[in-house]
């Protein structure tokens, strides 16, 4: 059994394979600025990547990550109204690491260093449209289905198409 996550940004979409067959497919929502590797772009890197770790194991649903540690509080609509503008990474978190060296990986590109997820947002609505600031947003009932599916390891391969 193969695992791969394909990222389709034209679609905005992630797409659970295994052994080259469907499994699951998402509606996501990639950087507002569009895709770019460069550290403090904004931008969602493109290329090969692979889950490097993967964060909030059997955590109740909407908890609050901050700087990838959980702060023990459930997000609810308050905390958008006092931050509005805030990026808020919820539920879990899938970290991302480049593969391709020069590209994604080292340097003023490095994946990790950028620190890239997949993870869980407050803004479900606008799931399907690109509004993150470089992550790769999902709805909090897929991200923690999807954080059950993959493992450390698991190939990303995030794509304009």
């Given at each position: 059994?193969?695992i791969?996550?394909?990222?389709?940004?034209?679609?905005?979409?992630?797409?659970?394979?295994?052994?080259?067959?469907?499994?699951?497919?998402?509606?996501?929502?990639?950087?507002?600025?569009?895709?770019?590797?460069?550290?403090?772009?904004?931008?969602t890197?493109?290329?090969?990547?692979?889950?490097?770790a993967?964060?909030?194991?059997?955590l109740?649903?909407?908890?609050?990550?901050?700087?990838?540690?959980?702060?023990?509080?459930?997000?609810?609509?308050?905390?958008?109204?006092?931050?509005?503008?805030?990026?808020?990474?919820?539920?879990?978190?899938?970290?991302?690491?480049?593969?391709?060296?020069?590209?994604?990986?080292?340097?003023?590109?490095?994946?990790?260093?950028?620190?890239?997820y997949?993870?869980?947002?407050?803004?479900?609505?606008?799931?399907?449209?690109?509004?993150?600031h470089?992550?790769?947003?999902?709805?909090?009932?897929?991200?923690?289905?999807?954080?059950?599916?993959?493992?450390?390891?698991?190939?990303?391969?995030?794509?304009?198409?």
């Amino acid at each position: 059994m193969t695992i791969l996550i394909s990222i389709s940004i034209k679609q905005q979409q992630l797409t659970l394979i295994d052994d080259d067959k469907l499994i699951k497919f998402y509606s996501i929502s990639t950087a507002l600025k569009g895709t770019g590797q460069n550290k403090n772009s904004y931008q969602t890197p493109l290329g090969l990547h692979y889950i490097r770790a993967k964060i909030g194991k059997d955590l109740p649903l909407f908890s609050i990550f901050e700087g990838r540690r959980p702060t023990g509080e459930i997000w609810c609509k308050d905390n958008s109204e006092l931050k509005p503008n805030h990026d808020w990474i919820l539920s879990r978190i899938i970290w991302l690491s480049g593969k391709e060296f020069g590209i994604n990986r080292l340097g003023n590109s490095d994946t990790m260093q950028r620190y890239i997820y997949i993870h869980g947002t407050h803004d479900e609505k606008q799931l399907g449209s690109p509004l993150s600031h470089g992550c790769i947003r999902m709805s909090n009932h897929n991200v923690i289905e999807l954080f059950d599916l993959v493992s450390i390891g698991t190939i990303v391969h995030i794509n304009e198409e």
